[in-house]
């Protein structure tokens, strides 16, 4: 038994109402309880299917920025050990990717934004 939620409710519904919300249940990619739960309590149920491919590309945007910040820290501990660093070419190199990961970083965060006040 569930301590949070311990009542159980049950309701008849149609052949074509149960197809109906089944399709929207599957649609919003949340699970029956929750979708149902959110309805009834009229808080916004958004479609995450569209969402997948910024999940994927945000990832994508994480780990490049991993990358760069490693080359970072390698770059700082050559400085910092003596060793002799080409920090004039490969700092550079290492910024403007950080750079251009920024942007892009920055740009899906507001494409997500949008579609998330388009969608609510």
Known sequence: M???RP???TFRVSEKECETIMKKIADSGLNNQEYIL???MQAPIVKT???KEF???LKKQGTELNRQGNNVNQIAAQ???RRFVDYKNELPQT???LRTAQEELKSLWQSLRQYLQNHQ
Do not use: F, P, T
Request: cysteine-free; aromatic content about 0%.
């Open 79 to 81: 400085l910092n050990a």
């Open 55 to 57: 999940v994927i590309e």
């Open 49 to 51: 299917d569209d969402l």
């Open 38 to 40: 959110r309805a009834v």
């Open 95 to 97: 910024l403007s990717k």
């Open 7 to 9: 009542k159980q409710m």
């Open 2 to 4: 569930n301590k949070e």
